[in-house]
């Protein structure tokens, strides 16, 4: 399939960037609701906002509030009102790149409900069809990068991005959730990837222990193993460097992106050149903040910096 026309993200996309996010681009609604409603029945939303969806893109979004030089590369949209959106949005945030536009594709979209709770639910219609111009993206911004991040979820089409940054000597980010629990997956995924984010949420998997899932990455070659665990902090292992941090005590008001702004917190302070517990205090400080919050927009690095220094941590050497 080739698009019949495309919008640069930036001026400047020729630029290489420092961070490539490589992953699907669609468009959501948030909402931030009061309470769910009885069936049949109706509820007031304290918030409503047009977003930026998936991690990749997300992750983008906040590197570039902190003043990351970053790149998109991502699926083709619909050459309809959503896909000409996000193409204003992240050329409007100085994202780098292209945004592919086919008159042939309808833009991905979702919907998105924070409750009180500080739980989220999405819901989505996936497009096979859209996911499938991953395998024709231009990759040429990889070179001269500093690193890539992929998605788990974009299946096999991040084999290609993957493989090209191991032949150019360039870290790969890989956020694999819980898909550490499928053999094949991890190997195939984790396996290519440098450093690479799970998770051990009850809801998905089973309370699975932290530091067996950071050993079964380790064992598949990633280099820094991150294993987030919600309102309880996070697990990092390097060697045989072992980082716990608590997160701090907050009152969760949209949880939708917190772990996409874990990713960008250990990111934007792995390309500082951050000590590993600097990384992981810092990206669970970024992301508790998020969750204090409604939206996706970066909180300050100061505020990230001060809440880091407060966190409890242990470590083991």
């Known amino acids: 399939m080739k698009a019949e026309n495309s919008l640069n993200v930036a001026e400047n996309h020729l630029d290489s960037p420092d961070v490539v996010c490589f992953g699907m681009l669609a468009i959501g609604i948030l909402l931030v609701v009061d309470k769910w409603p009885p069936q049949n029945d109706a509820s007031i939303f304290q918030e409503n906002k047009d977003i930026v969806c998936y991690d990749a893109a997300m992750i983008a979004c906040m590197l570039r509030g902190w003043n990351v030089?970053?790149?998109?590369?991502?699926t083709a949209v619909g050459q309809d009102y959503r896909g000409q959106w996000i193409a204003t949005q992240l050329k409007q945030i100085g994202v780098?790149?292209?945004?592919?536009?086919?008159?042939?594709?309808?833009?991905?979209?979702?919907v998105v409900v924070s409750d009180p709770t500080g739980a989220r639910t999405v819901f989505w219609q996936p497009n096979r069809k859209v996911l499938a111009t991953l395998d024709t993206a231009d990759l040429s911004l990889l070179q001269g990068s500093r690193l890539l991040y992929v998605d788990w979820y974009d299946e096999d089409h991040i084999i290609r991005p993957m493989d090209e940054a191991i032949r150019l000597d360039i870290p790969v980010f890989l956020n694999l959730e819980h898909k550490h629990k499928e053999p094949e997956i991890l190997a195939r995924y984790a396996g290519r990837a440098t450093i690479c984010q799970a998770v051990t949420d009850f809801v998905q998997l089973g309370n699975e222990p932290p530091l067996e899932v950071a050993k079964k990455l380790l064992a598949v070659g990633v280099e820094i193993a991150v294993v987030t665990l919600a309102k309880e902090g996070c697990l990092v292992v390097r060697g045989k460097e072992i980082i716990r941090v608590w997160a701090p005590s907050i009152k969760a008001i949209d949880s939708?992106?917190?772990?996409a702004s874990f990713s960008a917190g250990f990111i934007y302070s792995y390309l500082q050149g951050c000590s590993l517990e600097e990384m992981a205090r810092f990206a669970t400080a970024a992301a508790s903040i998020k969750v204090s919050r409604p939206g996706f927009?970066?909180?300050?690095?100061?505020?990230?910096?001060?809440?880091?220094?407060?966190l409890k941590v242990m470590k083991h050497t």
Do not use: Y
């Not at 292209?98 to 042939?104: A, F, G, K």
């Not at 927009?297 to 407060?310: D, Q, R, V």
């Open 69 to 74: 030089k970053n790149a998109m590369i991502g």
């Open 96 to 110: 780098l790149g292209e945004v592919r536009l086919d008159p042939q594709l309808e833009t991905v979209f979702s």
């Open 256 to 259: 939708f992106g917190a772990g």
């Open 297 to 310: 927009e970066p909180p300050e690095l100061a505020e990230i910096n001060k809440l880091a220094s407060e």
